[in-house]
């Protein structure tokens, strides 16, 4: 058998050459936006985790450097330098092609966040340099790329040795490509939330931030020895919790489980997944398997206890997890995701493992803490209660309207049937909305204009949202319920339109009314946003007509900057207010056609900070707001 604590040359396997990550770099890191930029981080963070997973890392730096670089370093075994089969060095291999890693045979890592062997190399292609420093085997040797391409000599297939050294360790310093990305400044809040999370889930790994870029640098120690359960007290500091946080352990099949959970007096769940430290942002079959074990359980205590009586149905999944926080982290040998983002888990072991380490430890905690058993029954008797008077409540709210309101004025529908090919317009103001009605193609194009700005979700009551005109048309039109804490009829399979556009004016009202849909959205239907169903309609703000040429329209100033620059000769420049300023063709051209329009698709990248977010900014609570406003008012760009 092959010595499992064996890392060098030979560990790197070798799948395939680097092939066009700068031609295609969504494909590689999600996106060229401050998602994917950032991305570029957390890939040489999740290799640092993966040797702490391995035993040989206790901490790593993480800089965001003045220059706008990022460097990580951590004291691990440093990346192999040896002489690899293929005829140079490991390192260089590892950082010029894909597919080239230790962590494919489980030999060198039993478990692992980065699986398919891009993520270093793709770092390296997406930047304008990358400076490589090894610290192995009593030397310190070097390596230096620009835009993937090595620019440093190699002596027989070998780095260079710049110095000896008793440590150990690899430090990575990078500086985006801002050819490739749209902006090239780290977000230091995204990348401190993920650190944060990082360390909640390593509770032996320290985790060192600093931001160099300010005037005052900001130094941040991240150590978490209480682990997830301090992750849990951490989301429900600002709540009032049911009892302690429960946690316990297990494993099964070589997959490791961890689970920490506390109920709070709040209607709603947040129950978060991670596989090998990766957050899984749609979940997967390690919380299926939980959430089915958990309400098995819990029902059939209920049926003991005699709280549930023979007539009675028994409490929904949605019930026995109301107020609910939750964090199930696993590791597992061979995980599979959906996509190389890995936002959702595959492995049906994985549901299996969970359900049973859950069905053994929950059992063995209720019956040795039967109060906190009979105050968590209490949680689902209560949620099932509210949620049979509001399913009547809701019948009647909902259905009054459900065949009239395509012709109540409110929604102009479209012919096709077909879901995946139809989209609606959700439209700031009546004029607008007349214009757009007119505009669009009647086939697979839905308007539906609202008037005014929607109820914040936020700050009120589930009855008053429920009874908001406005609401209750979206929630009709869209075809696939509400989903709120008290009981969950929301079924996305049922959605009738692929694209839900939001198309507000380019100003401050409708920037406003914009949040407030998305907040409704983000809310109580979030799997629109989980699975790419939300976008916004991006109308341009001015229309440049040149007195010799053809007419241009420009979507910021940006765009109008560049055309001032290439565009020799006089225009007029006509700037549009509002959508309701164009006319039918206009908005065609501009917002409508799929073949000229620009959209934007919303995305979440990071659940509790959006969560938090969402909270702070449009809750009840006013010296948070301010705050955070303070702190970012540098970071806002002006319409003046």
């Given at each position: ?317 949605a019930d026995v997890r109301n107020g609910m926080t939750a964090v199930i982290s696993i590791k597992h040998p061979d ?47 209560k949620a099932a209660k509210i949620r049979k008077a509001e399913e009547k409540a809701r019948t009647n709210m909902l ?146 007509m040149p007195s010799k040429g053809k007419e241009e329209y420009l979507y910021d100033d940006k765009a109008l900057e ?79």
């Amino acid at each position: 058998m092959a010595n499992a604590n064996k890392y060098d040359a030979s560990s790197i396997t070798v799948l395939e050459g680097l092939e066009a990550v700068r031609v295609r770099p969504g494909m590689y890191i999600g996106s060229v936006s401050t998602k994917g930029l950032n991305h570029l981080i957390y890939e040489i963070v999740d290799n640092a985790v993966d040797e702490h997973l391995a035993g040989y890392c206790n901490t790593i730096y993480v800089t965001l450097e003045a220059d706008g670089s990022a460097t990580i370093e951590d004291d691990g075994r440093g990346i192999p330098v040896g002489m690899h089969e293929k005829g140079i060095s490991a390192e260089r291999l590892v950082f010029t092609t894909l597919h080239a890693g230790g962590k494919f045979d489980n030999e060198a890592y039993k478990t692992s966040g980065g699986l398919h062997g891009v993520g270093s190399s793709v770092v390296n292609a997406l930047s304008e340099w990358l400076h490589v420093t090894v610290k192995t085997e009593g030397h310190i040797y070097e390596d230096k790329y620009e835009r993937g391409i090595p620019v440093l000599e190699l002596k027989d297939g070998l780095l260079p040795v710049i110095g000896k050294t008793k440590e150990t360790g690899t430090r990575i310093s990078f500086l985006p490509d801002d050819t490739i990305f749209d902006k090239t400044r780290f977000k230091e809040d995204d990348v401190k939330s993920r650190l944060h999370e990082t360390a909640y889930l390593n509770p032996n790994l320290t985790i060192v931030f600093e931001d160099r870029r300010q005037e005052v640098p900001e130094h941040i120690e991240y150590h978490e020895p209480e682990g997830i359960v301090g992750f849990i007290k951490d989301m429900n500091k600002s709540k009032e919790a049911i009892h302690d946080v429960i946690y316990f352990q297990g494993e099964s099949e070589g997959i490791a489980v961890e689970v920490a959970l506390q109920y709070v007096n709040e209607f709603h769940e947040n129950v978060l997944g991670f596989c090998n430290n990766i957050y899984n942002a749609e979940g997967g079959t390690h919380l299926t398997g939980f959430k089915t074990m958990f309400t098995n359980v819990i029902n059939t205590y209920a049926r003991g206890l005699n709280i549930l009586k023979e007539k009675d149905v028994n409490f929904t999944g949605a019930d026995v997890r109301n107020g609910m926080t939750a964090v199930i982290s696993i590791k597992h040998p061979d995980p599979r995701f959906e996509g190389q983002t890995k936002t959702k888990l595959d492995n049906q072991d994985a549901s299996k493992v969970v359900a049973k380490v859950t069905g053994d430890e929950i059992v063995r905690y209720f019956d040795r803490n039967l109060d906190t058993l009979k105050s968590i029954i209490g949680c689902a008797e209560k949620a099932a209660k509210i949620r049979k008077a509001e399913e009547k409540a809701r019948t009647n709210m909902l259905t009054k309207q459900k065949f009239s309101f395509d012709s109540n004025g409110k929604l102009a529908n479209c012919e096709s049937k077909d879901a995946s090919k139809c989209e609606i317009f959700i439209v700031e103001g009546d004029s607008a909305g007349g214009s757009a009605k007119t505009a669009r193609d009647r086939m697979f194009q839905a308007i539906l204009p609202i008037r005014g700005k929607i109820l914040n979700v936020e700050k009120a009551s589930i009855d008053k949202i429920l009874a908001n005109a406005e609401i209750k048309t979206m929630i009709n039109a869209f075809g696939c319920g509400f989903s709120e804490g008290y009981g969950n009829d929301f079924d996305i399979s049922r959605l009738r339109y692929d694209k839900i556009i939001i198309m507000a004016d380019a100003d401050v009202d409708g920037a406003h009314i914009s949040t407030l849909l998305l907040t409704l959205f983000y809310r109580f239907m979030p799997e629109l946003i989980y699975e790419g169903h939300v976008y916004i309609a991006m109308p341009p703000l001015y229309k440049a007509m040149p007195s010799k040429g053809k007419e241009e329209y420009l979507y910021d100033d940006k765009a109008l900057e560049k055309y001032r620059k290439r565009h020799k000769g006089p225009f007029t420049l006509q700037r549009y207010k509002g959508l309701g300023e164009m006319d039918a063709d206009q908005l065609w051209e501009t917002t409508l056609d799929p073949e000229t329009r620009l959209l934007k698709l919303v995305e979440i990248e990071d659940a509790r900070m959006a969560s938090e977010v969402t909270e702070m900014l449009m809750g009840t609570e006013v010296p948070p707001r301010k705050e955070f406003i303070y702190r970012h008012a540098t970071e806002a760009e002006l319409d003046i």
